[in-house]
């Protein structure tokens, strides 16, 4: 029995066409993200794609929609996913609610932390185990945030800002988590424990684990990432790497102000 072999066309580099055969999907993606509050069109298109293990700082003036976008990601029912596709890891998060992004390891940190009145660090911490999957223990948990630690029995509400912003990514840490999405999480912070939460970001990144930052304090911010997305009016005006945006004055001015 013969085998026929076929030359490639003229012009067509095989190697050009191997490789786009064998590249793998990414960690995360969110493809053309069309979102509204009720009439009101706010992401509108937004589409990255981000690696494992990286942080990415998700910038804009205020308005631009960046946390509009990361309760698009999370599957919140406001903003209302209208069109576009969210992929982790291969499954597709566009058609879940948030109770299973959730488990699917997609957890937000919002902006105002939702620490829960009348119940303690531990108890906060203790509580979000209660479903699977669950995360990190809390021996880890209390290894990596010595702070809480020493506050376990102390009520969550009670804790300073800077602690309760702790408590909140302790507590996402509790899950089984994949992709962790953060909305201001140095506002209204003194610089000490800035620099002590990017410490804790670091230690997060470490372990694998693929972080959404979205921030006003964008210098630190960019410091902190490897990847930049930068939205204007809801749709993306940038991407590209984190260092690009630090050494490019003309568009941290344009869309920053800064």
């Known amino acids: 029995m013969s085998t026929m072999t076929m030359d490639a066309p003229t012009g067509i580099d095989i190697e050009v066409i191997e490789t786009a055969t064998i590249r793998e999907a990414p960690y995360f993606a969110v493809d053309n993200l069309h979102a509204y509050y009720g009439e009101s069109y706010i992401v509108q298109g937004v589409g990255f794609e981000i690696r494992r293990g990286e942080i990415m700082a998700l910038l804009g003036r205020n308005g631009a929609g960046k946390t509009s976008t990361l309760r698009t990601i999370a599957r919140l029912d406001d903003p209302a996913l209208h069109q576009g596709e969210i992929w982790l890891e291969g499954k597709p998060i566009h058609r879940m609610r948030a109770f299973e992004a959730s488990r699917a390891g997609i957890q937000l940190v919002p902006e105002d932390r939702r620490i829960i009145p009348g119940l303690t660090v531990e108890e906060n911490l203790t509580l979000a185990q209660v479903a699977p999957a669950r995360g990190w223990d809390l021996d880890r948990i209390y290894a990596h945030f010595p702070r809480l ?71 630190a911010a960019l410091e902190l990432a490897e990847r930049a997305v930068i939205l204007d009016t809801g749709s993306v005006a940038f991407t590209g790497s984190a260092r690009e945006v630090l050494e490019n004055a003309e568009l941290r001015q344009e869309y920053l102000a800064i």
């Open 149 to 219: 630690a020493e506050r376990r029995r102390q009520e969550g509400v009670t804790l300073s800002g800077g602690e309760q912003q702790m408590l909140a990514i302790a507590r996402a840490l509790a899950r089984d988590i994949k992709l962790l999405l953060l909305d201001e999480p140095y506002e209204g912070l003194a610089p000490v424990i800035v620099r002590e939460i990017e410490k804790i970001l670091n230690e997060i990144k470490a372990g694998g684990i693929t972080t959404i930052i979205v921030e006003q304090n964008a210098i």
